[in-house]
């Protein structure tokens, strides 16, 4: 737990220290703070749901942006034989790495919160707005954030190239993402099924304020098996 | 009772156990069986040109890469992909030290110490005797990116020693370096061979000689000599003698060879130059034992006088030469 602990500090001042991270932060920023006003001056519409409809695009985009580089840079550097030489099981590398990950990416959460409250004040009469979609929206997206930035990392663990990793990462979030929404060419049995790989469908229903455990399981065993690939994937890496 | 037995078999147990390694790349045979320990303490040189196995094995060592057959073993602890207590024991330098660039000196140490799960209570202690012992005591706020290969090497081996380990594994520690650098870790090194099993590899002959108790040459995946330095110089060379007689009666060249093909050691005596008046000189080859006391007593005891000896070994350089030859050859 400690050497997580240690590989996960490392990376979030490695993060804060390189432009890359301000970039991409500022960037999902920007585009976040895009997505909430514009749904409100453009549809008027005095509730959240407009920015959580669009948010989980961002992530298909902003969680590979943050993974890509945790293992692939480190392959290709060959600083990996040092990593793996030193006394961590690979799954704390891994773990570390994830935390490390799912902390910048809770920091560019925390900064997007003020829009939400700025919407919410500006679109609710004292006393009325309603709270649960805000906290199952954040609640979703963190969950949803976890399952993209396991991927990412697998895709990371998989490639030399930060680029690919990249694309490899965007690709297999956008699939995820994308899933639910050809649901409706195949029959109910396959439909069903799609339906429920997808991420954005289980979203859509954490972010209306619905707790189920179907939801909490599907983004947990989501996030564990990429973690656990990335692990087997690291392990490989040994030769 | 029980306790003690235990202890003896730690005495006895050697650092490092390697058996029957065999390592492929794919259709590379990197290692073709290599067996050798290496005892508690000792300075180990691994010598061999590029491509004998001289990393691979290093790294089946230190855990990164998996060997196909055989087993390795540090401190008695197989190493493997689940070998976290070995790990503990050992400080590795790769090859090239591949280290963060983009940390600080100090907070890269930091950030090793804490990975290497040393106690927090000993932290400080130990990354100011790691800082102090490599010098690195200048640029600790410099980024290691920016860092001369000299310093850069030296934060490697900062690295390698923070967590006092019981093994240290230095894979070229010298390459690269201007010959300054080379004599500043070389001393690093044999101050560090004062407490620790050491083992560094290098292509280069001078480097062994300097600092390593012990040789192994390696070759094309094979080891093909072990032992001191000396002993691999020691194997064979000529002895040079000029003699004449001690009471002043020319000596005869026959009777003089009888007696120093009598000598235990000598395998083959050839006429050689003398001084004139009435010396004469030989040269006597040996294969293993270095015969010159031998020809002192022989000398002593026939009224020879020993107007000159001349030692010459096979140079350590000959030995390398000879055992790596097949590498030589190939493309
Ligand atoms: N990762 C690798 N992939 C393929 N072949 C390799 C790899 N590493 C080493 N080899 C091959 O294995 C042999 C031994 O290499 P190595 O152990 O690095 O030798 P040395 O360190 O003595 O120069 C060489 O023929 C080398 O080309
Ligand atoms: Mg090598």
Redesign the pocket.
Known sequence: MNGSLAIARRELSAFFNSPIAYIVLCGFLLVAGWLYFSTLFLGGQASLRGFFSIAPVLFVVFAPAVTMRLIAEEKKAGSLELLLTWPLEEWQVVLGKFAAALGLVAVGLAFTLPYAFTVSSLTAQPGTFDWGPVVGGYLGLTLMAASFLAVGLWASAVSKNQIVAFIAGLLLCFALYFVDKVAPLFPDAIGGLLQYLSVDYHFENVARGVLDTRDLLFYASLTTGALLLTTRTLAAAR? | MARKFGDRAAMSQPMVSIRGLKKS??P?Q?LKGVDFEVPKGQVVGFL??????????MKVLAGYVLADEGVATVAGIAVGPDSVEARKRIGYLP?NNPIAEDMMVLDFLRFVAEVRGVPKAQRRARLQAAIERCGLGGVLGKDIGQLSKGYRQRVGLAQAILHEPDLLIL?EPTSGLDPNQIVEIRKLITELGREKTVIL?T?ILSEVENTCQRVLI?ND?RLVADGAPEALRKGEGTVTVVVASRVGVNVEADKVRAVLEGVPGVTRVEPSEGEGGGSLGFALRYQAEDPRRGVFEAAVKHDLLLLEMRHQQVSLEDTFRKLTARAEVRP
């Open positions: 030769r | 790349y794919g590379t990197a061999g040109p590029n491509g004998a196995g001289k990393s691979t094995t090859e894979d590899s292509h390696i995946g």
